[in-house]
């Protein structure tokens, strides 16, 4: 099972700033890496797919990146939506999400 | 759109039964597979399995003793079963379709559109 890891599990910034979150992978799973949104007490929902391309609607101030084992989501300028909880998945053996890192204001 | 519907509380050692529709999209589209994933309270999340419209099915190993699914592409639904249940078994269950970012697609790489989630609760 190819596991997961983000970091940091808790980012407190204020609106404005930049988020950068990391997702580390246990092994290579090449660009096919994923990155979902869940707000509180909402469903997630899709924000990047193949580690850069952004899903419909999804607005420019977030971009991914990396490739084989390490990846990195960008909030470039935190809007007061974007306080959330922030998925990475994968599929290299199966589906497998990690932990979540929570982005809260500071 | 997908929307999940089923009894929100289980028994103890009973069957968790769950059915999404599906509306907006051909369930027998190529390339989409549709999964369901859960949520343990306060927990992250946790994909259970798919299945695609011919029937076939991919299940988490950790869950696949006790994971069935099923799909009705004309009725535009699928579900889930879910055997034996504990309370551990107690979370919000989502459905969602899962894709690929190039086709074809033969084992899906991202989960595209989620449901707003059901609360199962496993309690006597």
């Known amino acids: 099972e190819t596991v997961l890891t983000q970091s940091p599990a808790t980012l407190s910034l204020s609106p404005g700033e930049r988020a950068t979150l990391s997702c580390r992978a246990s092994q290579n799973v090449s660009k096919s890496l994923a990155w979902h949104q869940q707000r509180r007490g909402q469903a997630p929902r899709l924000l990047i797919f193949n580690t850069c391309n952004r899903a419909a609607g999804v607005p420019a101030r977030f971009s991914g990146s990396g490739s084989g084992t390490d990846f990195t989501l960008t909030i470039s300028s935190l809007e007061p939506e974007d306080f959330a909880v922030y998925y990475c998945?994968?599929?290299?053996?199966?589906?497998?999400f990690g932990g979540g890192t929570k982005v809260e204001i500071k | 759109q997908l929307q999940e519907s089923g009894p929100g509380l289980a028994k103890p050692s009973q069957t968790l039964s769950l059915t999404c529709f599906v509306s907006g999209a051909s369930m027998s589209s190529d390339g989409y597979y549709w999964s369901w994933i859960r949520q343990h309270p306060g927990k992250g999340l946790e994909w259970i399995g798919y299945i695609y419209y011919t029937g076939t099915t991919f299940y988490n190993p950790s869950l696949k003793s006790r994971v069935t699914m099923s799909i009705e592409t004309s009725k535009r639904r699928f579900s889930l079963n879910l055997s034996s249940v504990t309370a551990a078994d107690t979370a919000v269950y989502y459905c969602a379709s899962a894709t690929c970012s190039t086709t074809p697609c033969h084992r899906p790489e991202f989960f595209q559109h989620w449901g707003r989630g059901t609360l199962v609760s496993v309690s006597s």
């Open positions: 998945q994968q599929r290299s053996d199966w589906l497998t």
